[in-house]
Every structure is written in structure tokens, then in C-alpha cells.
């Protein structure tokens, strides 16, 4: 195995974990009542599951030094995955699993071209090429496909 292919291995280990937090995240939903209470659950468990993991590996905690080089906008990234998951929470019991991770996607890979494309939020620049353009439209097609599908009953 490649250096490369490690990281192809954990984006795919990832990107299959979603559907089954999406779908546990809205089971919960049936219990507790409303999106951005599933949501701060979630993130409370996922908060202390990271703690457990730092203690457990042993990672230092971060220095004031180190935290104070930051900008205060480096840290709206939990702020942002507090919007997806209420978001998956929302429109899955509506639009389905299926729907709502495609569109997920196809925002996602729409976002990711144009931060790639310019090299945004410090993100290395990689540009736009026909090919990666026709990978993103593909994405958005099949989007289209699942969308069009009829629903029964």
C-alpha cells in the first residue's frame, strides 16, 4: 500500500460512517423532539469520545502560545458542523437518507472545488481542470437521479 493510499482509504472509511450517523442521529430525533437538540447531543458524545481518545493516546494539550497564534475565525469549524448535522436531521425524515447525503455531497463538492481552485482557508491551490469540473457536474447529475426517483405509497 502506497503513502497516498492510506488517506483514500480513511476519506472512504468517513464518507461511509455519514449515511449510519445520519441515520442514528434521525432515530433519535423520534425520541428527543427537535434537530439542534439530536445535534448538541451528538456533539457532546462526540466530545467526549475525542477526549477519551486524546487521554488515551496521550496528546498534550494545546499551549496558550499556541492557541493564541490563532485567528478567532479558525474556529468556527465546529460551528459549521453543528449546521450539517442539524441540517442531515432536518431533511432526512422529509427527503430521505439517500437525498439528503447526495445533495450533502454535491454542496460539498461544488464548495471543495472553489476552495481548491483558489486556495482558500489555506487550503493548497489545485485548479479547476475540465476533468475535476466534469467530475463535480457528474455528482451533481446523479443527485439528479436520486431526486427523481418516486416514491411509493
Known amino acids: 500500500m ?3 493510499s492510506i488517506y483514500l482509504l480513511a476519506a472512504l472509511l468517513g464518507g461511509s460512517i455519514l449515511p449510519i450517523q445520519v441515520a442514528l442521529n434521525t432515530l433519535l430525533r423520534r425520541y428527543v423532539g427537535e434537530p439542534m437538540q439530536v445535534t448538541f447531543i451528538s ?3 462526540g466530545t467526549l469520545a475525542s477526549l477519551l481518545i486524546c487521554l488515551v493516546l496521550r496528546y498534550p494539550a494545546p499551549s496558550m502560545a499556541m492557541l493564541t497564534q490563532t485567528s478567532w475565525w479558525m474556529w468556527i469549524g465546529g460551528c459549521l458542523g453543528t449546521l450539517y448535522v442539524w441540517s442531515t436531521i432536518f431533511a432526512t425524515p422529509q427527503i430521505g437518507a439517500a ?6 455531497i ?3 463538492m461544488i464548495a471543495a472545488l472553489f476552495l481548491d481552485q483558489y486556495g482558500a482557508i489555506g487550503l493548497n491551490k489545485v485548479p479547476a481542470s475540465p476533468e475535476r469540473v466534469a467530475g463535480v457536474v457528474l455528482v451533481v447529475l446523479g443527485v439528479s437521479l436520486v431526486a427523481y426517483t418516486k416514491r411509493s405509497g
Open 106 to 108: 454535491a454542496g460539498q
Open 99 to 104: 437525498l439528503t447525503l447526495a445533495l450533502t
Open 2 to 4: 502506497n503513502g497516498r
Open 43 to 45: 456533539y457532546a458524545a
